[in-house]
């Protein structure tokens, strides 16, 4: 089945972030979470195929892999770039407001996320410097062979790497453990499915730092005080 045949409530569960992409063009996931994608465009005056373009694309750049030992650090670094700091900049914004959306319509549920809202608002902040620090100092650094300078920034993203780890420890906490009560509507499926896709997006983020690219520093740097 292609993607205009399926239903867009079952898009936005299976899809990290196509319920933006639905959102934008006002397709209405949850109440009409069963409606085809085809029939809910055409409704609309959108072009079906359009659509189903643009979140097949969603699908491959999630499930995209390039094995990051055997690239050099610029392309590495590229890779970081536009695989996890791009990927979290579209992330955070949806999930916020998916998580206000919920909060407001099943703020008496006993299961309802209260507080995650705010809480993803914080790591958005939170990830936003985090990655400006990266792009702008860090990342040049390396690129440029500057190893010696980089060793005091990989000490302070490394701190921070754990704090983002506290933050999604958190979520797990608001969420019950991402577990859905019985019943949930569509948006929040999508809500938890978007979580669960932050979730591993940033631990492979940070992996591929802390283990591949920032290791590679610390390597140097041994090379360089035992030459």
Known sequence: MNLTEQPIGQLARDIP??????HRHKLDFCCGGNTSLADAAIA??????????????????????????????????????TRYHDVHRDQLPELIRLAQRVER???????????LSAHLESMQAELEAHMQKEEQILFPMIARGITGMAAGPV???????????????????????????????????????????????LK????????????????????????
């Open 17 to 22: 972030g196509a319920s933006a992409v639905l």
């Open 44 to 81: 609309k005056g959108l072009d079906p195929d359009a659509l189903a373009s643009q979140l097949d694309s969603l699908r491959i750049r999630m499930e995209k892999n390039i094995p990051a030992e055997k690239i050099g650090n610029e392309d590495l670094i590229e890779h970081i770039l």
């Open 105 to 115: 319509v099943h703020s008496q549920h006993p299961r309802c996320p209260s507080g």
């Open 155 to 201: 000490s302070v993203m490394r701190s921070e790497h754990d704090d983002h780890g506290n933050a999604l420890a958190r979520i797990h906490d608001l969420t019950f453990k991402l577990t859905l009560p019985e019943g949930a509507c569509n948006t929040w499926r999508a809500l938890y499915s978007g979580l669960t896709e932050l979730e591993n997006d």
């Open 204 to 227: 492979q983020h940070i992996h591929l730092e802390n283990n591949v690219l920032f290791h590679r520093v610390d390597g140097q740097l041994g090379g360089a005080r035992h030459g």
